[in-house]
């Protein structure tokens, strides 16, 4: 049982779905755009239809191993800079026209740094339109003869589409035309010379198969993301010249379908490619440009024209509209003009530009982020969130990635070399797109109607007009009221002949009487049958009168409850909008403090971590600086453990001396004392003490009483430790009794790193010249440490010092001016005998001063 715990069980992220095989790569395209200048240099190379390759210009080359470094990027394919716009419509838009006419949704944009034709390649120039005049002439060259008439669709406020009756678009448009100024330009109306040479296209092309039972209207829509904000480009302001209202953001919201639509934007309906490109350009106008270094008009925000097709089928009779709305089908088109990546010390931006600048690429980065996201969970079956959110842009068309449609781009690029490292970035953008997989979008099911109602209806009324003109041309009713009496006086008897052949005929007149008398009977009784018809139809429509007054009253009041209860609803509506808007402002305000805090805990986790680092450090730096203190106090704990022996030792010897000194002299003066008066004390003359020979007194041995000093006897530290024990060549041999000795010691000549591995204590052998003239021996000593990287340090401790001196070279010290006096003259004594003897070496251990001589001695007596 634990082992089958133990195994870790198929994640769900990595089951495909049923519809897994139908999904579509997103199509990636390149278009290179020729150079200004024939002089400029170029570091783009199109190699063949689907590669480019991409090299550092001069100046800037990337050596990598030695080589000069190249790198090629593939593409679905590769438009140079010879490629005319017809060619980049044929291959890139014209099938998502095609999806879109037959009910799919479409999403089609320009990616590239700035400068390098984005907008150019969209809208295009006079005499060579774009890909946007070209789809918008597509479109109505495919369903020009299928379209409905105004306001027959109407979309609503949560992108969806109904259908309105005869009557209804009839009175909408008669409110269309009652307007002092149309919102839409008319078709008669002469063209804008700005732009006619942009949609004049003569190539016609359109739909080959396009569903003739159906019909169309076309809906656009031109937005702008700019900072961050959505802004309608359409939306009519009016006019303030006191204090202009600045424009209104929009906000997006998600439909039933969970399609991503931007509320309360101006959808136009158009019929011509010239009233829908006039509406472009009236919104192209109100777009954010700007002039920078890069660029003379550089686009400051993305910009998205939006196309909707609602269609719709005929009837079983192909004259109207059905009129059900689940049968409705409304496909979208986005042509996308990003605003250009650009970099601050390259296009000097400053105030609103840099801030521009920094949203543009804010968003263009939240955008590859969500596109790198997506390839993950694709590739390796992760279930990461995509973050949608962080930018407008990707928010507006996360039905296009999540849900189904077809997704085109267009990379953009100028290979001039001063653009190489932009480019560089948007090949490797586009290299990871192609990587990304969208489901491709589900055919709409069939409305079940015989095709070919609209065909057979027209026919229909073209023969019954042309039989109605050779037959007189009446309308149809009295061709109706013609062909009723004529079955009516087909039920009389006939009329006999009424011509009189002769006088005397009296066969004719009494048949032509008896006729009449019988037409006149059948006359009163079908008069009579019509009365009694005619009062009973009254009846009835007495009765339906009645019965239709008391259902009008019925269903008024019924409408009444209804019209009640709608007011209810809509007020419920119209609440739960604004609680809606309410809760989606608080969203972003909680999405954006999110965020904040968010950042805040990225940041405070980071400066937790580099604190808790320091702190660390600071513990180690803490426990070294104990270890080392300790050592410290150790040794100037020995250090002043040894200078107090030796103070302590000194002070014992001096006052040794002194109680000898008093004892000597106390036997002096007991001498003289109990010497006898006759005799009198022959006093030495300088003359003898010149000539008796100089002897050196020996210090007398301590008085017994006082306690005896034991001499200290310094232990070698080199006991049970490893020397290196180094002489340089260079030293002189020494001729005195104290040699340096150091057993189980490696003598070397020079040190080595070998000979310093296997012992733990070193020694350097030292000589030099003393200032009076004799050779001054040093013994410098140190441990050793094994370093980090294997090798071994010194660090010197001590130094000791040995020194030969003659005897016969020290000044003997002088007596006192007084001869005769034997106190002068012992004292004379014991101080020469003491500044010959008290004189001791001492090192003091861990010194900075290093090691010297140190005389102890008892201080003179000065002469009274």
């Known amino acids: 049982m634990k082992a ?108 590239g740094v700035t400068g390098s034709g984005k907008t150019h390649t969209m809208t295009g120039s006079p005499g060579d339109g774009g890909l946007l005049p070209r789809c918008l002439d597509m479109i109505f060259n495919s369903i020009g003869p299928f379209q409905a008439k105004r306001f027959v669709f109407k979309l609503d406020d949560k992108n969806g589409v109904d259908v309105q009756g005869e009557v209804d678009a009839l009175l909408e448009r008669q409110k269309r035309d009652a307007m002092p100024v149309p919102k839409t330009p008319s078709g008669k109306r002469q063209i804008d010379p700005e732009f006619a040479d942009m949609i004049n296209v003569q190539d016609h092309c359109k739909v080959e198969e396009v569903d003739e039972d159906n019909v169309y209207s076309v809906f656009v829509s031109y937005i702008e993301i700019y900072n961050n ?89 192909g004259d109207n509209v059905l009129q059900q709305k689940e049968q409705i089908t409304l496909s979208q088109l986005s042509l996308v003009d990003l605003a250009g990546s650009e970099r601050t010390n390259r296009t000097k931006a400053e105030g609103n530009r840099l801030r521009e600048a920094g949203n543009i690429n804010q968003s263009l980065m939240t955008l590859r982020t969500c596109i790198e996201v997506l390839r993950e969970n694709q590739m390796y079956g992760t279930n990461k969130m995509v973050p949608y959110r962080d930018s407008k842009l990707t928010h507006l068309f996360k039905n296009y990635f999540d849900g189904e449609g077809k997704v085109r781009m267009i990379v953009c690029v100028n290979p001039k070399a001063e653009d190489y490292e932009e480019s560089l970035q948007v090949m490797r953008f586009a290299e990871m ?88 009977k059948l006359r009163q009784m079908l008069s009579e049958e019509f009365a009694k018809n005619v009062l009973a139809f009254k009846t009835m429509l007495q009765e339906f009168d009645s019965s239709v007054v008391s259902k009008e009253n019925y ?40 965020t904040i805090y968010e950042e805040d805990k990225r940041n405070l986790q980071q400066e937790l971590e580099s604190k808790s680092q320091k702190l660390q450090r600071q513990a180690s730096d803490k426990r070294r600086m104990e270890a080392r203190l300790q050592g410290v106090v150790a040794e100037t704990t020995m250090k002043w453990e040894k200078e107090c022996e030796r103070r302590v030792a000194a002070k014992q010897l001096e006052m040794q001396n002194k109680l000898w000194v008093k004892d000597e002299k106390l036997k002096q003066l007991k001498a003289i004392v109990t010497e006898p008066k006759n005799e009198k004390p022959e ?55 104290m040699q340096p000795h150091v057993p189980h010691a490696i003598t070397v000549a020079a040190a080595s790193e070998k000979a310093l591995a296997k012992c733990d204590k ?60 034997p106190e002068d003259a012992a004292d004379s004594e014991w101080t020469d ?3 010959r003897c008290s004189v001791a070496v001492e090192m003091k251990a861990g010194s900075t001063l290093g090691p010297g001589y140190e005389h102890h001695a008892p201080p003179k007596r000065r002469k009274p």
């Open 4 to 111: 089958a715990r133990a195994r870790t069980p198929r994640r769900p992220a990595l089951k495909k779905p049923p519809n897994a095989s139908l999904k579509d790569p997103v199509g990636v395209y390149c278009r290179v755009r020729p150079l200004s200048r024939l002089d400029q240099e170029s570091c783009i190379e199109v190699i063949n239809e689907t590669t480019v390759q991409i090299h550092p210009p001069e100046g800037y080359r990337i050596f990598r191993n030695g080589e000069y470094r190249e790198t090629q990027y593939s593409f679905k394919e590769v438009f140079g800079t010879l490629v005319v716009q017809k060619e980049l419509f044929d291959v890139v838009a014209k099938p998502l026209v095609e999806d879109l006419i037959r009910g799919k949704n479409g999403l089609l944009f320009t990616y």
């Open 229 to 317: 904000y959505i802004y309608d480009l359409l939306e009519e302001t009016p006019f303030e010249p006191i204090k202009p209202k600045p424009p209104q953001s929009k906000m997006l919201r998600e439909d039933q379908n969970h399609n991503m639509y931007v509320t309360g934007c101006t959808e136009v309906e158009v019929k011509s490619t010239e009233e829908a490109f006039e509406v472009f350009w009236r919104g192209q106008k109100k777009r954010r440009i700007a002039n920078t270094q890069l660029n003379r008009e550089s686009s400051r925000s993305h910009s998205v024209f939006m196309i909707k097709l609602a269609q719709a089928p005929l009837d079983a009779d």
């Open 433 to 520: 797109t192609q990587e990304v997989e969208v489901a491709r979008p589900v055919d709409r099911p069939l409305c079940g109607l015989t095709p070919g109602r609209r065909f057979r209806n027209q026919a229909f009324r073209e023969e019954l007009a042309r039989k109605l003109e050779m037959r007189g041309g009446p309308i149809n009713g009295e061709t109706e009221e013609q062909s009723v009496s004529e079955m009516f006086l087909q039920n009389f008897p006939p009329l006999p002949s009424c011509e009189l052949l002769d006088v005397n005929d009296d066969q004719t007149l009494p048949k032509l009487i008896e006729v009449l008398e019988k037409r006149h």
């Open 555 to 594: 269903i008024r009041g019924k409408l009444s409850e209804k019209e009640k209860t709608i007011a209810g609803q809509k007020m419920e509506l119209e609440r739960l909008e604004k609680k809606i808007k309410t809760l989606e402002y608080k969203i972003d305000i909680l999405e954006k403090t999110a």
């Open 683 to 737: 006093r030495p003359s300088r003359e003898r003490d010149r000539e008796k020979p100089v002897q050196r007194s020996v210090s007398p041995p301590p008085v017994p009483n006082a306690p005896l000093v034991r001499l200290r006897h310094r232990r070698s530290r080199s006991a049970g430790e490893r020397w290196v024990d180094h002489k340089p060549p260079s030293n002189l041999p020494t001729e005195t009794v």
């Open 762 to 821: 070193y020694m350097l052998t030292h000589q030099e010249l003393a200032s009076d003239g004799e050779i001054e021996t040093k013994l410098i000593k140190g441990d050793v440490f094994k370093t980090r990287g294997g090798g071994q340090a010194v660090q010197f401790t001590e130094i000791e010092t040995l020194k030969q001196e003659s005897p016969t070279g020290r000044k003997r010290r002088s007596s006192l001016s007084d001869p005769d006096s």
């Open 833 to 835: 005998v003491e500044t």
